[in-house]
């Protein structure tokens, strides 16, 4: 890959996650993530189930939500990270 698709990918990505943040970074959004989280259980082990009992299907697909909801926090937490560093360095100027 050169340089300026590398930059063009960092681009890409940074865009996505600003795009990201414009719908779930809002009150709204964050309270529609947080019903999505709660309806999910993503809060909960991934390894629950009955006394006694385990079903490997409900493990993989609660460890799934959760992922889910991960990546989506971890974007947001990114795309607030560059902005605040965004508005700082142009602050500096």
Do not use: C, W
Not at 25 to 50: C, I, R
Not at 54 to 77: C, G, K, Q, T
Not at 80 to 93: C, L, V
């Amino acid at each position: 890959m050169s340089p300026n698709a590398d930059t063009e990918a960092v681009e890409r990505a940074r865009a996505a996650r600003r795009r990201l943040r414009s719908v779930l970074g809002t009150p709204a959004g964050l309270q529609v993530l947080a019903e999505l989280e709660h309806h999910f259980e993503t809060d909960l082990p991934v390894f629950q189930g009955k006394r006694g009992g385990y079903d490997p299907l409900d493990a993989m697909r609660r460890d799934a939500h959760r992922e889910v909801f991960l990546l989506i926090r971890h974007r947001l937490a990114l795309a607030e990270r560059e902005e605040t560093q965004t508005t700082h360095t142009q602050n500096n100027i």
